[in-house]
């Protein structure tokens, strides 16, 4: 176990157990001091401790990517821990009936900071479709319409196909792309027609028909992206002219030179003696 994570356990536990231990001495003789305070109401520390613990251990441990997958427990665990806390000290029990989305919305944060630090872009499909959902189950648990539910789950495709889109910038694939843009059509037609049946939604409707738009530019640049030639393709398919091949001399080195020095000294010594016995010759002729 890395030593810093050690330490945070150690830490960790020791603020507990000291806790504890205190609330088992001062508590029998400060009981009714401390229920007045009302320090009891801040339990739900307890919770977001646990949740720290989780979120900020693949901080402290370098060079451990796997620890990433820590931030899925641990951001829903501060985010409910944030909640109790909050209702526990104003006395809002009731506030549960619309923060519950909260939690949700916890763990599509949770899979997206695992996405981050791992680096697992595949972990964004999951972090956008939750996301979605945690955004719909608030509006309708902030306005009361659950009604709403009829038009507003077009948005889980549309959650899905932003995400393909976004992978494929990185995973440069057709597929993911065709993928992501039949997605986002389908959800903004969806969008567009079930907002018809709702008079009044024409927020909706707009939203149907920018992804629509959206949907159309995003083929246009990435068909323009894809067929525009790089000039190293168009000089590959220019026709190609005669090239005249010219040898280049290799590098010679100093001994090389030296035996051709001593080659062409030989042959001129053979050139002198050819020509003197070609005198010779020629004087006893005469």
Known sequence: MNKR????????????????LAANIVLPWWAP??????????WPLLV????????VSPLLVRGKRGLGGLYIP???????GGILLFTSMFDAWDAWTWLWPLEVLGVALGFLAAAIYIRAIWLLLPAFLIGANGLIFLFCALTGRWDTWAVLWAF???????????INVKQRSKG????????CVLAALSLMGMSALFPGWLLINMVGAATLVLAGL?????????????????????PAEPIHVVAEAEPVSAEDEAEQVDVAVEAEQIDVETEAEQIDVVAEAE
Request: hydrophobic letters at 65%; a negative charge.
């Open 5 to 20: 994570l050690s330490i945070l356990m150690g830490v960790l536990l020791i603020l507990i157990g000291g806790l504890a």
């Open 176 to 183: 993911l792309f065709i993928a992501g843009v039949i997605m």
């Open 156 to 166: 889980e495709p549309l959650a899905l196909g932003l995400a393909f889109l976004i």
């Open 33 to 42: 001091e401390f229920w007045r305070w009302g320090s009891w109401q801040l």
């Open 74 to 80: 641990g951001v829903p665990i501060l985010v409910t």
């Open 48 to 55: 977001v401790g646990v949740g720290l613990l989780f979120t």
């Open 218 to 238: 995003l083929i246009i640049v990435f068909n323009v992206v894809r067929r525009s030639p790089q000039p190293e393709q168009v000089e590959a398919e220019a």
